[in-house]
């Protein structure tokens, strides 16, 4: 039995619905057997999961996106917090196709160093453009990326004299990474934040700062 208007009536009814199968025999007792049931919507606020994702201290974990149904539809995340010791991998369907991005990620929440990884065969989106880091966390990211144009540095704390590493991006090709600009909010007026070698990092004065042009 296929039913084309279930998406339809789902949608109508707002946030929450709810999808299950009833039925009733019109005695005292039943018994449904449901196999390989399935449910597909194209519409793409359905592919689309606002939930905030938070990967555990020292766990691994990953995220395997299923074949989109609607051609080119990512599937979207909402917030992603990162603890010490944690890992996340983002795999794409064995379909898909690899110059298209398959799973796309919200803001970014540094508590620990952690690594997000994009699987060699798919390319992968951070769409969040704030990224808020606890002082001294390093998130390390691999695989082939795109990024905001504009992201939002966000220290949760001091930021240290010297250099502070935010971001290894040494094993990650990004696919825009000349458009992108870093901003930082917070520190004082010698804090800046600074992309080079791979590395995204904060940078304050241990003394006078000269500058010249």
């Given at each position: 039995m296929t039913n084309l208007n279930a998406g339809a009536r789902l949608a109508a009814l707002g946030t929450p619905a709810w999808l299950g199968i009833v039925g009733g025999t019109g005695g005292c007792y039943g018994q449904q057997i449901v196999d390989a049931f399935t449910f597909s919507?194209?519409?793409?606020?359905?592919?689309s999961f606002t939930n905030a994702l938070e990967l555990?201290?020292?766990?691994?974990?990953?995220i395997e996106a299923v074949p989109s149904v609607a051609e080119g539809l990512p599937l979207a995340v909402g917030t992603v917090t990162v603890n010490a010791g944690s890992s996340l991998d983002l795999l794409p369907a064995a379909d898909t196709d690899p110059d298209r991005v398959?799973?796309?990620?919200?803001?970014?929440?540094v508590r620990g160093d952690g690594t997000l990884t994009v699987a060699p065969e798919g390319t992968a989106a951070i769409a969040g453009d704030t990224w808020t880091f606890t002082p001294n966390a390093v998130l390390t990211l691999s695989g082939v990326?795109?990024?905001?144009?504009n992201v939002t540095i966000v220290i949760d704390g001091p930021i240290p004299d010297g250099r502070m590493n935010l971001v290894d991006l040494r094993g990650a090709t990004v696919l825009n990474l000349e458009e992108v600009t870093f901003t930082l909010v917070g520190?004082?007026?010698?804090d800046r934040v600074s992309l080079r070698d791979g590395w995204l990092y904060?940078?304050?004065?241990?003394g006078t700062l000269l500058w010249f042009q």
């Open positions: 919507y194209t519409d793409e606020a359905t592919r555990a201290a020292g766990t691994a974990s990953a398959f799973l796309s990620l919200g803001d970014l929440i990326l795109t990024l905001p144009t520190g004082d007026s010698t904060t940078i304050g004065s241990q």
